[in-house]
Nanobody
């Protein structure tokens, strides 16, 4: 499974940004997720989705970030609104087989290269 994330960039606080991640190499990918890692910090769960409106969002971004994934599609989107400087991080896309939307990054065997999101104050 190959994952390709895109959409990062430099924005000002309060603005919005949309990330996308496309998966290839497999017809069906059960769960796709977003994690982020800020400088000097560990990897943090952001959101995960498996289609059919089933998704979960991390507490630190709940209400500001929205994850979406069309049924049967191996592409996941992360719409980030009301961005804050503390959202600055490298955002990475991950995937796993199975039906559980884990928030633990060790549960995801497939990873793509991250995309940098920088929010200026």
């Amino acid at each position: 499974v190959q994952l390709q994330a895109s959409g990062g960039g430099l924005v000002e606080a309060g603005e919005s940004l949309r990330l996308s991640c496309a998966a290839s190499g497999r017809t069906v990918i059960d769960v796709m997720a977003w994690f982020r890692q800020a400088p000097g910090k560990g990897r943090e769960f952001v959101a995960a989705a498996k289609g059919r409106g089933v998704y979960t969002t991390g507490n630190s971004v709940k209400g500001r970030f929205t994850v979406s994934r069309a049924n049967g599609e191996n592409t996941i989107f992360l719409t980030m609104s009301a961005l804050k400087p503390e959202d600055t991080a490298v955002y990475s896309c991950a995937a796993r087989d199975g039906s559980v939307l884990y928030t633990d990054d060790s549960r995801y065997p497939y990873w793509g290269q991250g995309t940098q999101v920088t929010v200026s104050s």
